[in-house]
């Protein structure tokens, strides 16, 4: 996992050549992992990591059995 000022790097990196092969040789990741940080930036203006994924919902113990 890169952190969030290797992802701004790779980023600017992104910007100068729009190489997704270079950049990913150059930091040591896949290019689709290019292509996601690119697409990150593009929809939320951040690529750095996130605390808890989107898809996660957390519930208090009384709001998680209440559908049972």
Known sequence: M???EA????IEAWNKTHNAKE???C???NTSTVYRLVKRMRETG???TRTSPAWTQTFSEPERYSEY
């Not at 992802?7 to 790779?10: A, I």
């Open 23 to 25: 950049v990913a040789e």
């Open 7 to 10: 992802r701004k790097l790779l």
């Open 46 to 48: 951040s690529v750095e």
């Open 2 to 4: 890169l952190h969030n």
């Open 27 to 29: 930091f040591g990741v």
